[in-house]
């Protein structure tokens, strides 16, 4: 089994940062792929980003790129999300999410952390 604990998440301003963090614990080894979904107010849950555990690819929503940065700590054995020039829009839950295969599909992911909230005024 894989364990994801989250941390991180707040209240912040617009033009402001925040950085999510993503533990994974377990039989980590099955990961292929970590991903960041987000879920706003009265949403679908959506793609963020995706960090490949093996290779280090990743991959962004056009919502994010040039934002949002994903990145993994191998001593930590932790993902991040690290959120620059938030908006309001990006308010919502945000889900850390493992996958066993390559894909960005929520409902392909077998493992999700607890969430976290990131509040973003305006």
């Known amino acids: 089994q894989v364990q994801l604990v989250q941390s991180g998440g707040g209240l912040v301003q617009a033009g402001g940062a925040l950085r999510l963090s993503c533990a994974a614990s377990?039989?980590?080894?099955?990961?292929?792929?970590m991903t960041w979904f987000h879920e706003g107010p009265g949403k679908e849950r959506e793609f963020v980003a995706a960090?490949?555990?093996?290779?280090?690819?990743?991959y962004y929503a056009d919502s994010v790129k040039g934002r949002f940065t994903i990145s993994r700590d191998n001593a930590k054995n932790t993902v991040y999300l690290q959120m620059n020039s938030l908006t309001p829009e990006d308010t919502g839950l945000y889900y850390c999410a493992a996958a066993t295969s390559y894909t960005r599909d929520p409902a392909r992911y077998a493992y999700w952390g607890q969430g976290t909230q990131v509040t973003v005024s305006s």
């Open positions: 377990g039989r980590t080894a099955m990961i292929y792929r």
């Open positions: 960090y490949n555990w093996y290779g280090g690819n990743t």
